[in-house]
T-cell receptor
Framework: SQTIHQWPATLVQPVGSPLSLECTVE??????LYWYRQAAGRGLQLLFY??????ISSEVPQNLSASRPQDRQFILSSKKLLLSDSGFYLC????????????FGPGTRLTVL | SQQGEEDPQALSIQEGENATMNCSYK?????LQWYRQNSGRGLVHLIL?????REKHSGRLRVTLDTSKKSSSLLITASRAADTASYFC??????????FGTGTRLTVIP
C-alpha cells in the first residue's frame, strides 16, 4: 500500500532563517506531488505541484521554492523565512492523471517567530 | 475563481443527529470531492461525485450534486463523536490543481 511521510512534524524557526521540509511517498511510482499551505482556520492553498522529477509548477509567487530531486521526494524550501510563512504545510500525492483524488501526509506545523 | 465555499462555517450537533454541509462553486466541473481533516492532521479523501451523478453513498455519507445550481451537499447520518472534524469540498481546476473551499467545522457532542 502507499504511504506518504512528512517531516518534521513541527518546526519553530526565527525570521530570516532557511527552511527545508521534506515529503516522501512509498508504494507508488511517478506520482504527482503537491505542496499546500493552510492558514489557521482556513482552507488549503496550493503552492507547488510536480508531475515528474525536476518538473515544478508554482501556483503562488512567494518566498518559497520546491524541488523534486527523486521520483518520490518533494522538498519545500526557503532561503529566508518571513513571519507570514507560518502555517500548516501539507504534502499530497495523486496518481498520474488523477489529480482529483489526492492523498495527504500528516503535515508540518511551521511557526516563524 | 473556481473556489468552493462551504456553509455553514461551523456546525454543532448532538451524537446521533444528522449533519448536513453545503458547498458552492463557480465554474463548470468534471467532479467534486469531499475531504475530512481532523484537527492538526492531514486531509482524508471521503468521496468523489462526478458531474453526471446526482447522488452517491458511502457508508453513513451521502453526497448530492446539483450542477445547475453549482452546489453539493454532504450528509453524515447518525453522527458520532469521532465525526468531529473539518470537512472540505474540492474541485479540479486545470489538469492538476485541486481547489479547496474554506471548510465546515463539525462538532459532534457526545
Amino acid at each position: 500500500s502507499q504511504t506518504i511521510h512528512q517531516w518534521p512534524a513541527t518546526l519553530v524557526q526565527p525570521v530570516g532563517s532557511p527552511l527545508s521540509l521534506e515529503c516522501t511517498v512509498e508504494g507508488t511510482s511517478n506520482p504527482n506531488l503537491y505542496w499546500y499551505r493552510q492558514a489557521a482556520g482556513r482552507g488549503l492553498q496550493l503552492l507547488f505541484y510536480s508531475v515528474g522529477i525536476g518538473q515544478i509548477s508554482s501556483e503562488v509567487p512567494q518566498n518559497l521554492s520546491a524541488s523534486r530531486p527523486q521520483d518520490r521526494q518533494f522538498i519545500l524550501s526557503s532561503k529566508k523565512l518571513l513571519l507570514s510563512d507560518s502555517g500548516f504545510y501539507l504534502c499530497a500525492w495523486s496518481q498520474t492523471g488523477m489529480a482529483d483524488t489526492q492523498y495527504f501526509g500528516p503535515g508540518t506545523r511551521l511557526t516563524v517567530l | 475563481s473556481q473556489q468552493g465555499e462551504e456553509d455553514p462555517q461551523a456546525l454543532s450537533i448532538q451524537e446521533g443527529e444528522n449533519a448536513t454541509m453545503n458547498c458552492s462553486y463557480k465554474t463548470s466541473i468534471n467532479n467534486l470531492q469531499w475531504y475530512r481533516q481532523n484537527s492538526g492532521r492531514g486531509l482524508v479523501h471521503l468521496i468523489l461525485i462526478r458531474s453526471n451523478e446526482r447522488e452517491k453513498h458511502s457508508g453513513r455519507l451521502r453526497v448530492t450534486l446539483d450542477t445547475s445550481k453549482k452546489s453539493s451537499s454532504l450528509l453524515i447520518t447518525a453522527s458520532r463523536a469521532a465525526d468531529t472534524a473539518s470537512y472540505f469540498c474540492a474541485t479540479l481546476t486545470g489538469a492538476n490543481n485541486l481547489f479547496f473551499g474554506t471548510g465546515t467545522r463539525l462538532t459532534v457532542i457526545p
